[in-house]
């Protein structure tokens, strides 16, 4: 009997401690993320930012000043320290972020996730993610100098990681019960590539295939114009392009390959987009040229930036950077400032490819060609490994085939992207924040290759600028709008366009540069633009702002970030308010009706209009677009413009037709049908929620890296704005970064994001702006001149070399 | 009575000094080995372990949690789910710690048993 007690005891005491020590599905391994000695409590904590650390390979001291936002500024002697320093206190404020974008660039998350993410770590290996990582290295490497300040960047990372002990482990790590490994210049490249996917990894090329299969040319067309009946073109339109020498690449005969595929690997969301503009010194108030820019892109927390100053000897900038990424990606130093918007080029297309018998050749030019072979070993927690065998082209990968979203047994479909090139993108941020006029701005824009950006330029010599930039191909008129036949010379990317010819525009007329992710240039500009879902409303907003009045002061600048008037809605709505047949409509839906009519076409947060028109438009585009929604087959439906444009102008026609139902009905009839369903839809929310005010119907968050875990996310956001809104806010992406500068010498400068300095969920300083950035309001960017504290400084802390 | 205090005391100094180089179990071994060094009966046996690591645990969650005004211990209380109280994630905290240190006191007492009848 008391053996049997003794073992049953003992089989007790190993069951507890097994239960207590292993994660089971969501829940954390108990004993080890409670215990207060190594656990989550371990995490309650700001941050320490006082005191002397000593990190190895250091040269000299490096003082890191920290004021009341937690921006840390970085005083090194020299250029190597400074980006070591940068790594180490990177890492120190951001580790499990950084560490988990790169996996999730990588296909790596089922090592952390388990099984439920090897859909998702396939299609980024067989997108090609790794390889474009390792192409960026070896361009990287060509450059001594600036593969020097990765690898101290590298170290400065890993001296971070070395001296944590498991409890201090960042939270997050705790929570999935695994730990940081090394850091390295694969993972910069990584981070680069895991940006490069996110504003330059869209296309449409299958869903334009599949539509023009099913509807035709002349309908295609009309859906899909190249141009609108409007362009305001991010270059102006009066600009002369007489001094490019190289003509576009000829039309070949090249038919598209009309297959149909059915469903296509995820791509960034179409929403991400962003604003800058620049006003010169004489429209500006001050005479000094003021320059502002605010990325649109997901709202999440961690933030995907995190705002610091570097300051050597030699230069001096501050501004958002991307933790894992060099230097400052956004923001100013002593002479100049500069800042993004995505460019949005087509620099993603695809090749249908023929395989021989066995699968190991293609055919290219009348012959076969061997296909190269990548293995990408999937690691995944609690399972086996999987193997990935991936084909390789001379285009690209082949991501489509019998083993991936494919059955077609001796066909696949290649993949050539601008992301598997490689480029030395740092090389351009190492430059811009060393830029000191427009000739050195150039200069630094030269070496960088993807994702293409808007790259807006003020000097406080007073030069503003504005260059469309990217390494982009030479296309022949329509090259890349549909799958091409990846057997066929012609069809490959015949050369770039000569980095000289990008289009850009310096000091115009007007007084003013902007950019809002609208169509580069208008037809007259010689080389092909592919419409790649162009915005059309912020540009227009922000154009017509600044053609308003003569000079613009800093509260201008801020009123248009946060200008909340919906365009898009103000150019259909009356339209529909006047020619929808209200006689039908009970009276209830009348008072909703009449709310639509009182409202101004602001997105302000306590108004209606903006949640009856999101309804409304929502429900009468799914209408119109019914056509779109086929089985088994991947199509993208019309942008907001041209569905606008065919609404008013085109009502009788016969996409406009519901295929459902017998009737044969007008864009008229979709107004009343869309309405009734949309009052049906609002009416509930209001019996469930009390009010379909804006600020409740959208319920802006900012959602944890970690699938939006809700105890580290924010909800309920009390901000305006919206879809294609100059404040472009929606449910989940946004300004992420706004910045205004004055070019003052020293520059003068504002800055917020939706986020916090911390990394981590227990420090007061992980989402400390949010509530600032909602307001609209903005923090005073300390920008130092010296390493002498001053009373903007908090806390000190000083980084020296560790003695031999 | 004397021996349960005197065990209750042990268990929580052992404990602190174990967790310096060992992981979270510590606690286990802390109970085990004041249970075979100084011996109770009966219930004791289990809840003496089991409220000393729950009062050490406990206090040393609200010390860290309360200096950062319970932060963290918030959102963790959302995550468990817990509705958010950080009082109730430090009693739950408590209990775990306790829990395990009760059992393998339990055990370290089966352990006496054998060992002093053969």
Not at chain 1, 15 to 43: D, M
Not at chain 1, 356 to 381: C, F, L, M, Q
Not at chain 1, 512 to 540: C, I, K, L, M, W
Request: proline share 5%.
């Amino acid at each position: 009997m008391k053996y049997l007690k003794l073992l049953f005891s003992f089989a007790l005491a190993l069951g507890i401690f097994f239960t207590l020590n292993n994660k089971f599905g969501s829940i954390p391994p108990l004993g080890k993320f409670l215990n207060p000695y190594s656990g989550v409590w371990q995490n309650e904590a700001d941050e320490s930012i006082s005191g002397e650390i000593s990190i190895p390979g250091l040269k000299d001291k490096v003082t890191v000043h920290y004021d009341a936002q937690l921006i840390p500024h970085i005083f090194a002697q020299n250029d190597l320290d400074l980006y070591r320093a940068q790594g180490y206190i990177t890492a120190k404020h951001r580790l499990w972020q950084m560490e988990f974008q790169t996996y999730a660039a990588a296909g790596r998350l089922s090592e952390i996730l388990g099984e439920n993410a090897l859909t998702y770590d396939r299609q980024e290996r067989r997108r090609g993610m790794v390889y474009g990582a390792e192409q960026a290295i070896k361009k990287m490497s060509e450059d001594t100098e600036s593969m020097g300040f990765t690898e101290a960047y590298v170290d400065g990372v890993n001296s971070y990681i070395n001296q944590l002990k498991s409890k201090d482990f960042p939270v997050e790590y705790k929570l999935l019960n695994y730990k940081p490994e090394a850091w390295s210049t694969k993972k910069n490249a990584l981070l680069l590539m895991y940006m490069t996917k996110m504003l330059a990894g869209g296309d449409e090329d299958i869903e334009n295939t599949n539509a023009l299969r099913l509807f035709g040319k002349e309908r295609f067309d009309l859906l899909f114009p190249d141009f609108f009946d409007v362009t305001e073109p991010v270059i102006p339109k009066e600009t002369d392009w007489s001094f490019i020498d190289v003509p576009q690449t000829p039309v070949p005969f090249s038919k598209p390959v009309l297959d149909s595929i059915a469903t296509t690997i995820d791509k960034p969301d179409p929403n991400y987009g962003s604003n800058n503009w620049a006003v010169s010194g004489e429209k500006s108030y001050s005479e000094n040229a003021i320059l502002a820019n605010d990325p649109h892109l997901g709202l999440n927390l961690p933030s995907i930036w995190f705002v610091m100053q570097l300051h050597t000897p030699n230069h001096n900038v501050f501004g958002a950077t991307l933790p894992g990424a060099l230097a400052i990606i956004i923001g100013f130093n002593e002479y100049i400032s500069w800042g993004q918007t995505n460019a949005t080029r087509d620099v993603v297309d695809w090749y249908k490819i023929e395989f021989n018998e066995d699968g190991t050749k293609y055919r290219y030019n009348n012959a076969w060609k061997d296909v190269t072979y990548r293995i990408e070993e999937i690691k995944i927690k609690g399972k086996a490994t999987f193997k990935d065998s991936i084909r390789y082209t001379h285009h690209g990968p082949v991501v489509y085939d019998k083993n991936f979203k494919s059955d077609r047994e001796k066909a696949g479909y290649a993949m050539k992207w601008i992301g598997h090139v490689g480029g030395n993108t740092q090389r351009t941020f190492l430059n811009l924040n060393r830029s000191k006029n427009y000739t050195d701005y150039l200069q630094a824009l030269t070496h960088y290759v993807a994702p293409a950006q808007n790259f807006i330029f003020a000097s406080t010599e007073g030069d503003i600028a504005l260059w469309v930039q990217g390494k982009l191909p030479n296309k022949w008129e329509g090259q890349g709008k549909f799958i091409m036949d990846g057997s066929q010379p012609k069809n490959d990317w015949q050369s770039y366009i000569p980095q000289a010819f990008n289009a850009h525009t310096k000091n115009p007329e007007r007084g003013f540069v902007s950019s809002a992710n609208q169509h580069p240039v208008d037809e007259a500009y010689p080389f092909y633009v592919f419409n790649d879902g162009f915005e059309t409303y912020r540009n227009r907003v922000i154009n017509s702002y600044f053609s308003s009045k003569d000079k613009f002061n800093i509260q201008d600048f801020k009123d248009l970030h946060n200008n909340n008037f919906n365009l898009k809605a103000s150019e259909l709505m009356p339209y529909m308010l006047e020619n929808m047949d209200t006689s039908e409509l009970t009276l209830e839906e009348k008072v909703i009706f009449d709310q639509a009519k009182a409202w101004k076409y602001n997105n302000d947060i306590h108004e209606v209009g903006p949640s009856i028109w999101r309804q409304w438009y929502g429900k009468l585009y799914n209408m119109v677009w019914d056509e779109f929604d086929v089985e088994g087959t991947a199509l993208d439906a019309p942008s907001t413009y041209q569905t606008i444009y065919l609404l008013k102008n085109k009502g009788e026609d016969a996409f406009m037709d519901i295929l459902e139902t017998p009737k044969t009905e007008t864009a008229k009839d979709l107004f009343l049908l869309a309405f009734k369903e949309a009052a049906a839809h609002l009416m509930e929310i209001k019996s469930e929620e009390g009010n379909y005010r804006w600020v409740n119907y959208k319920g802006t968050y900012a959602g944890h890296l970690l699938q939006g875990l809700p105890a580290f996310s924010r909800f309920d956001i009390p901000i305006g704005g919206g879809r294609n809104i100059v404040n472009a806010t929606s449910e989940n992406w946004g300004p992420s970064w706004r910045m205004i500068v004055e070019m003052t010498s020293p520059p003068t400068a504002l800055g917020i994001y939706p986020g916090g300095q911390s990394g981590n969920p227990g420090s007061k300083y992980y989402d400390n702006f949010i509530d600032d950035w909602a307001a609209g309001k903005y923090h005073q960017l300390n920008f130092l001149q010296s390493d002498v504290a001053t009373d903007v400084v908090i806390s000190t802390q000083t980084l020296t070399p560790t003695k031999e | 009575m004397r021996t349960n205090t005197t065990n209750f005391i042990a268990t929580i100094v052992l404990a602190i000094i174990l967790s310096l180089f060992l992981p979270w179990w510590s606690i286990m071994i802390a109970a085990l080995v004041t249970g075979l060094l100084i011996p109770l009966k009966k219930t004791a046996v289990f809840f003496t372990p089991f409220l000393a690591i729950l009062l050490f645990w406990a206090l040393y969650s609200y010390i860290l949690s309360s200096a950062n005004d319970f932060t963290l211990a918030k959102r963790i209380a959302i995550l468990l789910p817990l509705g958010g109280s950080p009082y109730l994630l430090i009693l739950i905290t408590g209990i775990i710690g306790g829990l395990a240190a009760g059992i393998a006191a339990v055990f370290g007492k089966q352990l006496l048993i054998v060992s002093k009848k053969i």
